[in-house]
């Protein structure tokens, strides 16, 4: 299963309006959902160049960074509402999921992100054999 971590991204988020740069990056919206037997993770990242991607797995734990660089910088401001500066975001991966084959996708602003589920966690089918008196055998 795929958890998000981040239970205080809205207080994060008015900690950054209210006091410029906060102690933490920001967060990126998402979207995950299962295609078969694959986890798909989509985060919004308009106007980030794919350069400024980082992405790491540490043991379960999956971080997604990324730098949106201030377009205002240095001009006079008429209004700035998009945020620009570090992003991060961190997924914890469960047991059932391949870490080691997580592949990923960059355009239109939207990295796209695949997570295998483990072959060890996928159905398995039991055979029956009949008067044997040994068990079945278990078949992928």
């Given at each position: 299963?795929?958890?998000?971590?981040?239970?205080?991204?809205?207080?994060?988020?008015?900690?950054?309006?209210?006091?410029?740069?906060?102690?933490?990056?920001?967060?990126?919206?998402?979207?995950?959902?299962?295609?078969?037997?694959?986890?798909v993770?989509?985060?919004?990242?308009?106007?980030?160049?794919?350069?400024?991607?980082?992405?790491?797995?540490?043991?379960?734990?999956?971080?997604?960074?990324?730098?949106?660089?201030?377009?205002?910088?240095?001009?006079?401001?008429?209004?700035a509402?998009?945020?620009?500066?570090?992003?991060?975001?961190?997924?914890?991966?469960?047991?059932?999921?391949?870490?080691?084959?997580?592949?990923?996708?960059?355009?239109?602003?939207?990295?796209?992100?695949?997570?295998p589920?483990?072959?060890?966690?996928?159905?398995?089918?039991?055979?029956?054999?009949?008067?044997?008196?040994?068990?079945?055998?278990?078949?992928?």
């Amino acid at each position: 299963m795929l958890m998000r971590t981040d239970p205080v991204r809205d207080f994060d988020r008015l900690t950054q309006r209210l006091l410029g740069e906060a102690a933490r990056p920001l967060t990126m919206p998402m979207d995950a959902y299962r295609d078969e037997d694959t986890y798909v993770v989509h985060f919004d990242l308009p106007g980030v160049r794919a350069d400024s991607i980082d992405l790491q797995v540490e043991r379960n734990v999956l971080t997604v960074r990324a730098v949106r660089d201030d377009a205002t910088k240095g001009r006079e401001v008429v209004m700035a509402e998009r945020p620009s500066g570090s992003f991060s975001r961190q997924l914890f991966l469960g047991e059932s999921l391949d870490g080691e084959n997580i592949s990923a996708d960059y355009a239109d602003g939207v990295l796209t992100l695949r997570v295998p589920v483990a072959e060890q966690a996928k159905p398995r089918k039991i055979s029956v054999t009949e008067g044997t008196g040994s068990a079945g055998k278990i078949t992928s």
